[in-house]
């Protein structure tokens, strides 16, 4: 199973190098901060993909299943979905929703 992070030894202690690599630059983490991998890949650790975030910032970013904004298949107009219908959302409005239907119901016929 390969490591979690890219580690570095420094004096005989181990360190997690994306941090090692940020606090040379900006100096230590503050308190309730962790250093994020933009890219997602946790073993590029070039400075430009690196980024301080709140841990509720970084939980947020994670956690986020399904996008906070959709495009209506109908009318293109982007829109956000209800906290529960995310994952379907396909249409901004009941008008496009009937559309849509009208449309499906054409390519099924």
């Not at 181990?14 to 630059?25: D, G, L, M």
């Not at 995310?86 to 901004?92: G, H, I, K, N, S």
Request: charged residues 20%; glycine residues 6%; aromatic residues 6%.
């Amino acid at each position: 199973m390969p490591a979690r992070y890219r580690k570095v030894k420094i004096d005989g202690r181990t360190y997690s190098a994306h941090r090692v690599i940020w606090e040379k630059a900006h100096g230590p983490i503050p308190a309730g901060h962790i250093i994020h991998h933009r890219d997602g890949n946790r073993f590029h650790n070039d400075l430009s993909n690196l980024e301080l975030l709140t841990h509720q910032a970084h939980s947020a970013h994670h956690n986020q299943k399904h996008s906070l904004t959709a495009t209506c298949k109908v009318c293109g107009v982007t829109f956000t979905p209800a906290p529960t219908k995310r994952a379907r959302a396909q249409t901004c409005s009941k008008p496009c929703f009937c559309e849509l239907m009208r449309r499906q119901k054409l390519g099924a016929a």
